[in-house]
């Protein structure tokens, strides 16, 4: 990677990773595109082009024009979204995915692209879910979500095209707040611990699902698209996580640090009918073997650095 293309580069996992590369490769080789614009460090840090990923030619033409070597295509719906408009789903997440998949082939670049936890459905087995196991998602995210594994294995089986990947489980980060998928709580938990000292989760006691800390969302991401090709026998949707937590997992840890803390439990039964759906834990380990893979933060740890980064941010004493 000397030079990137990143689309969806204000959302959750986006605006970190514009920041991190930018520090790693030089502000001048990370090329920050979304659909929107607005104040934020990816958009005055380094270079930054609107574009909207479902106009393929848009893709082309400014990745020919920065003269990108890797493109990472992160703008897609997330679950919840998705599942309240389907169509607009397959539109964005889909074309948009094949778009830079063709823009990745024409200009011969490297490529990357999130699958997610959401690719795998009721009939999966629920825990340590293996890397090669039953998909059959009920949802639109994740029928988005196996399609574009399978897409991507496509493109270089069929083309060449250097694509890699991972299945991400819910991604928790201090910086930006994710928008509209299912594992949202784990995030707004944080955030309203510092603010009120009470949260109503939406999602039920019990319900376990893997979660990991962004700084090893992003470690992963560079591990994975630096790890020598030969190495690589799945290529796109490695199974990777930090944890598996419940929302009374998330409740215990926080009490730790914010004694008075209290939760209750107000379910939405769309997005609870989404957690049940997904496993309940699973198993990294083919990651771990063909590229080394390693989260640093547990739920302790990640706990502690999340409410230190989000007291300063909130400007909570
Ligand atoms: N965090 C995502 C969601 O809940 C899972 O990929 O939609």
């Known amino acids: 990677m000397k ?27 990370i090329i920050a595109t979304d659909i929107r614009e607005i ?3 990816v958009v005055t840090e380094g270079p930054f082009e609107i574009l909207d ?15 990108v070597d890797t493109i990472i295509h992160l703008a897609a719906l997330l679950s919840a979204k998705a599942e309240n408009n389907p169509q607009l789903a397959w539109n964005l997440n889909m074309n948009g995915l094949m778009n830079a998949l063709e823009v990745a082939r024409e200009l011969n670049t490297k490529f990357f692209t999130p699958s997610s936890i959401g690719a795998f459905g009721p009939t999966t087995p629920k825990d340590q879910t293996p890397q090669d196991t039953i998909q059959r998602p009920t949802t639109m995210y994740g029928v988005n979500k ?20 991972v299945r991400f489980p819910g991604l928790i980060s201090n910086v930006t707040e994710p928008g509209g998928g299912t594992t949202d709580y784990a995030v707004e938990i944080y955030y309203e611990a510092l603010k009120n000292k009470r949260y109503s989760s939406y999602i039920a006691e019990g319900t376990h ?14 591990q994975l698209m630096e790890a020598d090709p030969n190495q690589l026998k799945h290529r796109n949707a490695f199974n990777v996580t930090a944890m598996s937590a ?16 209290t939760m209750d439990y107000q379910v939405d039964p769309v997005r609870q009918a989404i957690a049940e759906s997904w496993p309940n834990s ?36």
């Open 3 to 29: 030079k990137v293309l990143i689309t969806g580069s204000l959302g959750q996992i986006g605006s970190e990773l514009t920041t991190t590369l930018r520090e790693k490769y030089g502000h001048d080789n």
């Open 146 to 165: 196996v399609s574009g594994e399978l897409l991507c294995d496509y493109y270089y089986h069929r083309f060449g095209v250097d694509t890699r990947g």
């Open 282 to 317: 699973i198993d990294a380990s083919a990651a771990t073997e063909e590229w080394g893979f390693k989260a640093e933060y547990d739920l302790e740890k990640m706990t502690e650095d999340m409410l230190d980064k989000l007291k300063a941010k909130l400007s909570i004493r």
């Open 209 to 222: 699902m893997d979660m990991m800390y962004m700084p090893d969302a992003i470690n992963a991401i560079i």
């Open 39 to 41: 104040d934020s460090p």
């Open 246 to 261: 419940a929302p009374e997992h998330f409740e215990q840890a926080i009490q730790k640090h914010i004694p008075e803390f």
């Open 53 to 67: 990923v479902t106009n393929g030619k848009a893709i082309h033409d400014l990745a020919e024009k920065h003269n």
